[in-house]
């Protein structure tokens, strides 16, 4: 008798263990084409609730696993891969990354109508009313692969448009780089003026230095107070107050003044 009760038994949690499943008040069966089959007109379900950072730290998150994400406000779903945003896959006010720092979003208030560009935490980008401001890099601008890469946002207030324009600065204040290479070598120059493809290319210190043409003052790796208006006008690198006027003009003493191409 004991030996056919265990076996009753164990038939019993097998054809329980593959059933269907239905939880309702109106003791109907579960549809046939669901495993779990939940009815209910006065009441929802709810499945697990969490942070963003309890929900990334989840080890090897199951495919299909979903959570409700806490910080976000969203449901999110585990895709084999990476954590997905259900509000992502379709009308979402936001486009998100997994810890949610990283983020596009076109209503951080009701109807505001901006959109908002964060990386890690920072809102760098806004567009609004057709117009694209940078925030929060110390009143810099930097447009271009590498322009102002090494800049530290401590209210500079630097301009660089170009591929590697003010690349290697870091706490000069004050400058404009317009062009390849412009001004690619300043670190900590200030006050300065490049406009032209390797303009100032080579100044890693000094102020008050202008160069507008192509490889205007590229020659100089320090100096102050010069100016070098053409395509290669140059001076002397380390001087002071001189100025090159005119295609392929060089100055080569201080407190001079060259037009064309003279030594002065």
């Known amino acids: 008798m004991r030996n056919l009760i265990i076996l009753f038994v164990f038939i019993l949690l097998t054809i329980t263990s593959s059933a269907q499943v239905g939880i309702n008040t109106d003791n109907s069966e579960p549809d046939a084409s669901a495993m779990l089959d939940i009815k209910s007109t006065t009441k929802g379900m709810l499945i697990p609730r969490m942070t963003s950072t309890q929900r990334t730290a989840i080890t090897s998150p199951a495919t299909g696993l979903l959570v409700f994400d806490t910080t976000t ?3 999110w779903f585990y895709n084999g891969t990476a954590w997905t945003d259900l509000s992502a896959t379709g009308s979402s006010d936001h486009i998100t990354d997994a810890d949610n720092d990283t983020k596009i979003q076109v209503e951080e208030s009701n109807d505001e109508d901006i959109i908002r560009f964060d990386m890690a935490g920072t809102e760098h980008f806004k567009m609004n009313n057709g117009r694209l401001e940078v925030l929060n890099t110390g009143s810099s601008v930097f447009i271009g692969e590498n322009a102002g890469a090494n800049d530290d946002y401590s209210g500079n207030k630097n301009s660089a448009v ?4 003010l690349k290697a600065n870091t706490t000069g204040f004050d400058n404009t780089a317009i062009g ?4 690619k070598k300043s670190i900590s120059a200030t006050q300065n003026t490049a406009v032209g493809a390797d303009a100032l290319k080579l100044l890693t210190s000094g102020d008050y230095n202008t160069a507008i043409g192509e490889d205007a003052l590229t020659y100089i790796s320090s100096g ?12 002397a690198s380390d001087l002071t107050n001189a100025t090159a006027i005119g295609a392929y003009s060089y100055a080569s003493k201080s407190h001079s003044l060259v037009l064309g191409q003279i030594n002065g």
């Open 73 to 75: 406000g969203n449901f």
């Open 180 to 183: 390849y290479d412009a001004l």
């Open 162 to 165: 170009g591929i590697s324009a």
């Open 224 to 235: 102050n107070e010069t100016t070098g208006l053409g395509s290669h006008s140059n001076v």
